[in-house]
């Protein structure tokens, strides 16, 4: 699911830390330090196993935030960029704004069509 991701649940001391540095391929391990590292909370890991078992297809999907710039990548707006406003499951608000005017258009669009601009 997350290519490069190695997840790992472990008392962490600076020995220990070191030593999975040393993993063949690890490119680093995220956090400030071996005593302040960074945490995938319990729910999201949580999510993605129940999805997981679900059996339908869970495809990778772009990160993409609230009022982040996009581009459409298909569908009838295919290469219009603009902004994400409201996102879901499946339905968006792409926010195209006109900059010199200080206008905006709002279309609700299919959230699949969505990637980073």
């Known amino acids: 699911m997350f290519p490069g991701y ?5 008392a962490m001391d600076k020995v220990t830390y ?3 540095g040393r993993t ?17 909370p319990d ?7 129940q999805a997981l078992r679900t059996n339908l297809p869970v495809l990778p999907h772009p990160f993409l935030a609230e009022g982040q710039r996009v581009r459409m990548a298909r569908g009838p707006l ?13 339905k968006g608000l792409f926010v195209i704004s006109i900059d010199l005017l200080h206008r905006s258009v709002a279309v ?7 990637e980073a601009a």
Not at 29 to 39: K, N, Y
Not at 43 to 49: L, M, P, R, T
Not at 78 to 90: K, Q
């Open 18 to 20: 070191i030593e999975i």
């Open 43 to 49: 729910s999201d890991v949580a999510a993605i196993q």
């Open 6 to 10: 190695l997840f790992l649940r472990h």
């Open 78 to 90: 295919a290469g219009v960029e603009g902004f994400l406003i409201r996102a879901n499951l499946t």
């Open 24 to 40: 063949n391929g690890l490119v680093t391990i995220l956090g400030a330090r071996w005593d302040r590292l960074a945490v995938v």
């Open 108 to 114: 609700e669009v299919d959230c699949t069509f969505v």
